[in-house]
């Protein structure tokens, strides 16, 4: 029996204090910046005769995407890259030329070449090779200011913060447009605060080339000519002033923006003004209970429906359906509490990178493992 719990909109918040969350280190560097190829190591292979084969990684699945060619990429917190081609999952890591074994974000450029923004720094695949791509002495990399930027549909972007200490102050993204990478700064407000740096934390394309980059302390958006900032100056995030501390953006198909904070909740943006979804649902922002918690979000994405998910560190998924919103947990099939990515693939299926190293797919009632 199914024992989601259904929050419906217009209750009263139940709480106006922040618990404020810590945020998850960054892995250390293992290797040195620079123009670095490695043939494709013999990874290992994991032959897929059991029904029930499993990914091998044990730490948080923090990205998923599915290529070109039908096959799965899942992106580690720590150990690299799995590549499942239907049959078995081939593993990368810093020693086959990964850049780094924490893996922010997987994507493919026009030509088929795969590319991950890991801990330290950016690297391509071409299925031969692994490139490392960042470093200021790479042919092909300019570091720009801000009165640079632009904005195309085939653009590729990676957190910028991965290269502090190369050349730039992390403070900004790298942009790769098919022919180059750029390192891009945002326009920072005055008084940046040293403790809470505008480091990235996560990035998504909204519609006409519009792209949204989550930092700890503000949400930019990009429309190719100018910038929206959003921030606690500019909008008055919690409700007893409490500051933001951004983990995921979202923009859905309606042209809204999700912002998920780590210990603030949900934020909603309509284009006009910043609202707290969280609170606006009754829900805590600080802990687990009766009514479970939507204080700590790290992913967001849009099923095939035009439902918005939700992926929480200590309170399982969240469906809100345009009234009300359905909490999923282990109860429904999940094997954490702590759901890190979402990935829509192209057939519309949703899949759940999970705390414990395992690959959930949403059946439409409760949860399957996959890997």
Known sequence: MKKNRRIHAGWTALLAILWAGACLGQQASARDSGQVTADRAPATILEASDAKLQLRFSTVISSIFEDSKGRFWFGSQQEGVALFDGSAFTYYTVSDGLSGNQIRT????????????????VTS???NK???RTGRAQQGL????GNTWQSNAGDLWFPGDNARGKGVDGQGV???DGRSLSYLTFPLPPGVDEQNPYL????????NNKVWFGTYPAVFGYDGQSFTIINNKSVGAGSAGEPMYVRSVFEDSRGRLWIGNNGLGVLLYDGQAVSNFTEQHGLSIRERGPTGSLGRVFSIAEDSAGNIWFGTSDNGAWRFDGESLTNFTMADG???HMVWSIYRDRRGALWFGMGDGSVMRFNGESFDRVY
Request: charge should be neutral; charged fraction near 15%.
């Open 334 to 336: 999940l094997t954490s």
């Open 142 to 145: 300019a570091f720009t200011s």
């Open 106 to 121: 997987i994507q493919e450029d026009q030509a088929g070449v795969m590319w991950f923004g890991t801990g330290n720094g």
């Open 174 to 176: 790298f942009r790769y």
């Open 200 to 207: 990235v934390t996560s990035i998504a394309k909204g519609q």
């Open 130 to 132: 692994f490139k490392i």
């Open 125 to 127: 695949f071409d299925g």
